[in-house]
């Protein structure tokens, strides 16, 4: 076989290959999206564990209509444009690559309005197919919805786990993310029920760490917050007298991105 370039619509689904293994994976990049849009309201709904229908909605700042069709464009983003912004990156996205992946792989739509647009636009992605801009009712915030995941690659729609399953998994990945963000608030909903409704605590972080996991652990912990060599350290630790025998509530977070790493949370353990 002779060599040749990739399809873009090929390459997309091989890049959502690395990252979009099932809904909860889909629910965390477009709420790392909100989040980067500075949202202080996130609210995700999901249809049969997200694998039917997973819909983000924010208030954060939005996108221009000029740029909706680029935000759906492999290697496009507003987050960094030089190897100087990737060292200090401070966002949750940069690789611009999110969005035209969950799209290659489902039937997607977003829907956004900026502070100082009239109108909100739309866009929908079909089969890799970017349709036309058109005129939609938002508030200032996006909102991307994505149906049938995988409707279009079978062999990764085996894969997929029973709605329960999936559902537990976005549960899980909401409740570590809205651990690190106190001052944002979220709701999620399953099949039309309201599952978890944590309100934006900005000035109380242990109101929400209270809501996630519980009184019981925040009567049993200690509050560490300790600075040296440019870095800070900062958390909450339970007491020996609430140990667990599993570490499904350890929770561990650089910069506000959660991190699962053995060493550390084995030394804490140690600790
Ligand atoms: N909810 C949102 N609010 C505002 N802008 C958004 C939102 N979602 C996406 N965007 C815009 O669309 C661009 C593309 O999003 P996408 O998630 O594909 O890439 P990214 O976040 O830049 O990087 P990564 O692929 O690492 O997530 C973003 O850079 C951002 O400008
Ligand atoms: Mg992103």
Redo the contacts with the bound molecule.
């Keep these: 076989m002779r060599i040749q370039p990739l399809p873009e619509h090929l390459i997309n689904q091989i890049a959502a290959g690395e990252v979009i293994e099932r809904p909860a994976s889909v629910v965390k990049?477009?709420v790392?999206?909100?989040l980067?849009?500075g949202?202080t309201r996130i609210e995700v709904e999901l249809e049969a564990g997200g694998i039917k229908r997973v819909r983000?909605r924010?208030n954060?700042?939005?996108?221009a209509a000029e740029?909706l069709g680029?935000?759906?464009t492999r290697h496009?983003?507003?987050?960094i444009a030089s190897l100087d912004d990737l060292e200090a990156v401070r966002?949750?996205?940069?690789?611009?690559?999110?969005?035209?992946?969950i799209a290659s792989v489902s039937r997607f739509s977003?829907t956004?309005r900026t502070i100082d647009a009239a109108h909100a636009h739309a866009l929908d992605v079909d089969n890799g197919e970017i349709g036309p801009l058109r005129p939609a009712q938002h508030p200032v915030?996006?909102t991307?919805e994505m149906r049938e995941l995988f409707f279009n690659v079978p062999a990764r729609r085996k894969f997929l786990r029973a709605e329960r399953t999936e559902l537990g998994h976005v549960e899980d990945w909401l409740r570590a993310i809205a651990l690190a963000r106190p001052e944002v608030g979220f709701s999620l909903t399953h099949n039309g029920r309201l599952l978890l409704r944590d309100e934006a605590v900005p000035q109380a972080p242990e109101s929400r760490v209270d809501a996630v996991l519980g009184e019981e652990f925040l009567a049993h912990s200690l509050r560490i917050d300790h600075s040296a060599a440019g870095l800070r350290l900062h958390g909450y630790v339970g007491l020996p007298t609430a140990a667990r025998a599993q570490n499904d509530r350890q929770f561990f977070y650089v910069n506000r991105r959660l991190v699962r790493d053995r060493v550390i949370a084995h030394a804490v353990r140690q600790a």
Excluded: Q, Y
């Design positions: 990049e477009l790392e999206n909100a980067d849009a949202a983000v924010d954060g700042s939005g996108i740029d680029l935000a759906l496009a983003t507003s987050k966002s949750m996205g940069f690789r611009g690559e999110a969005l035209p992946s977003l956004s915030g996006t991307a």
